[in-house]
């Protein structure tokens, strides 16, 4: 099922010469590699595919007896993207959810990177006033409860060249002083949060990481994709 892509991803990865991450986590020795397309392209939804067609049969995600390789997860994110389309989601939309660090919250996250929508993750403590401001002030293009059913359709072909610096995710800020506020973050940005993650906790490949962090927060985000990345 990747082979088809293989191309795709090396056209795009092949030639790292400006963009090249080098790191030594514990006398590990680990490359991080992307290429920029006239300096457009590191996206996550392209960073989720260099991962898939790495290490096929790695564990990505284990979620209870629920367990999926990178290649699965790939797949599941490509029909949740495709499924998002076909109910009228596009790039740079804004999909609002209510998570908890589950297999499908996860799922969700990828499946709007490679559709190219922006990840709008919530506390599933937000009082429903504050919901309804969130999902105001996004504009959100469509919106999950705690537990809904994730929309699928055929796979979607995936936004892998869009630009690094268009947002994939925001957050909102807990509205201690005020209203939650949006803080919206690039490709670029997350994808250099989670390698900064890996620097920091010294991981190594094949690693693993225990998801205790809220998936609606800076370092649970952070640590999702740290995973993909060795």
């Not at 030639?15 to 986590?25: E, I, K, Q, Y």
């Not at 495709?82 to 609002?96: N, W």
């Not at 709008?120 to 009082?127: E, K, T």
């Not at 094949?206 to 740290?226: K, W």
């Amino acid at each position: 099922a990747l082979s088809a892509d293989r191309e795709r991803v090396h056209q795009v990865l092949f030639n790292l010469v400006d963009n090249a991450v080098r790191f030594t986590p514990h006398g590990g020795s680990v490359t991080v590699s992307a290429r920029r397309r006239n300096g457009s392209v590191v996206n996550l939804a392209l960073s989720l595919l260099y991962a898939a067609d790495r290490n096929p049969g790695a564990e990505a995600v284990v979620d209870g007896p629920v367990r999926l390789t990178y290649a699965q997860l790939l797949e599941d994110a490509r029909r949740v993207a495709g499924g998002l389309a076909a109910s009228g989601v596009g790039a740079g939309d804004r999909v609002t959810a209510i998570v908890k660090p589950t297999r499908e919250a996860v799922t969700l996250y990828w499946g709007c990177q490679w559709l190219g929508a922006v990840y709008v993750p919530l506390s599933p403590r937000i009082s429903p006033a504050d919901l309804q401001y969130c999902l105001d002030d996004a504009a959100a293009a469509a919106h999950f409860d705690l537990g809904a059913e994730l929309p699928e359709a055929e796979s979607h072909p995936g936004a892998l060249d869009l630009d690094e610096r268009a947002p994939s995710l925001m957050l909102y800020t807990s509205g201690t002083t005020g209203r939650p506020k949006g803080v919206p973050r690039s490709h670029r940005a997350d994808r250099a949060g989670g390698l900064s993650q890996v620097l920091q906790h010294g991981y190594r490949h094949c690693d693993r990481t225990l998801g205790v962090m809220p998936l609606y927060h800076t370092m649970g985000m952070h640590s999702l994709l740290a995973m993909h990345a060795i």
